[in-house]
């Protein structure tokens, strides 16, 4: 015959297994494995933050590769720009922009004569479009065309198109790249 099968008595007298709490072959596993939980995510913080940097470099080097590519391609444009268009563009608005400029500074200093000095190629128009204004225009043989300068009581402005221009021209050139002279690049 088969015996009754023996249960563990639970009571208030019974006599259990001492509360210890977990091993020390236990506890010294848990930090084991913490320890190789830290040095492996240590290890993959490590191989993240290379490939983050390796990521900027090659981002770095790309953006100056198409900064540089763009430059190269807008360089005729650019190039148009200051010997063509610029200079033809300071002829044409030169007459109608000081006449504004003009009519601006009397309508400011409505009491005080202005005097407009220009070329003497030039004064003939700049009189004309100014002929509404109250400025005396003068020819001046030291001022060369699209130049002028505008005398009012105890100063004096230079309006000077050309190194304007000048100055326009030199600030486009200098954000195409410089010429590669060398020959591998």
């Known amino acids: 015959m088969s015996s009754a099968p023996r249960l563990e008595d639970f009571g208030p007298?019974?006599?259990g297994p001492a509360d210890t709490g977990p091993s020390k072959t236990y506890l010294a596993g848990f930090e084991d494995g913490v320890r190789a939980g830290q040095h492996a995510a240590a290890q993959q913080q490590d191989h993240l933050s290379k490939d983050i940097a390796a990521h900027i470099r090659n981002t770095e080097?790309?953006?100056a590769e198409v900064r540089e590519e763009l430059l190269a391609a807008i360089?005729?444009?650019i190039?148009?720009?200051t010997r063509a268009i610029l200079p033809e563009l300071v002829c044409e608005t030169f007459?109608?922009?000081l006449a504004d400029a003009i009519r601006h500074a009397v309508a400011e200093a409505a009491e005080t004569p202005l005097v407009l000095s220009v070329c003497p190629s030039q004064q003939t128009a700049v009189a004309e479009a100014l002929s509404s204004a109250t400025v005396r225009v003068l020819a001046d043989p030291a001022l060369s065309e699209n130049q002028s300068r505008l005398s009012c009581a105890e100063t004096e402005t230079l309006i000077d198109l050309p190194a304007l221009t000048r100055q326009l021209q030199d600030a486009l050139v200098g954000l195409l790249p410089e010429e590669r002279t060398s020959g591998n690049g």
Request: zero cysteines; glycine letters at 6%.
């Open 13 to 15: 007298g019974a006599a």
């Open 61 to 63: 080097a790309t953006r």
């Open 75 to 77: 360089a005729p444009v």
């Open 79 to 81: 190039d148009q720009l």
């Open 95 to 97: 007459v109608p922009r």
